[in-house]
Nanobody, 117 residues
Framework: QVQLVEYGGGLVHPGGSLRLSCAAS????????MGWYRQAPGKQRELVAT???????NYADSVKGRFTISRDNAENTVYLQMNSLQPVDTAVYYC???????????WGQGTQVTVSS
């Protein structure tokens, strides 16, 4: 049984910051790459940032320099520090993890981030 639970969404003013976290429980299976995706109303889900088990990161151009992804392998937790938030960042943010030998993808339930004045 694999579960991903996200925390940290909410309402923030433009220019503000939020930190999302996602804790994975994987019943002894290895957690490989983890990442954050987001889906705004009426739009497709898009990649925000990913991080490999070794710490290599990848970011969408729209968040480079503002968002930072990190992980704690001992706790199977991935974080997303979001700074200089703008209304265009408003979306449901989803955590994703690739688990086990066959890299099966699991998703969290999503957490709402709203940037508004």
């Amino acid at each position: 049984q694999v579960q991903l639970v996200e925390y940290g969404g909410g309402l923030v003013h433009p220019g503000g910051s939020l930190r999302l976290s996602c804790a994975a429980s994987a019943s002894g299976l290895g957690i490989n790459a983890m990442g954050w995706y987001r889906q705004a109303p009426g739009k497709q889900r898009e990649l925000v940032a990913t991080i490999s088990s070794g710490g290599r990161t990848n970011y969408a151009d729209s968040v480079k320099g503002r968002f930072t992804i990190s992980r704690d392998n001992a706790e199977n937790t991935v974080y997303l520090q979001m700074n200089s938030l703008q209304p265009v960042d408003t979306a449901v943010y989803y955590c994703k993890a690739l688990v086990g030998r066959y890299m099966i993808a699991y998703w969290g339930q999503g957490t709402q981030v709203t940037v508004s004045s």
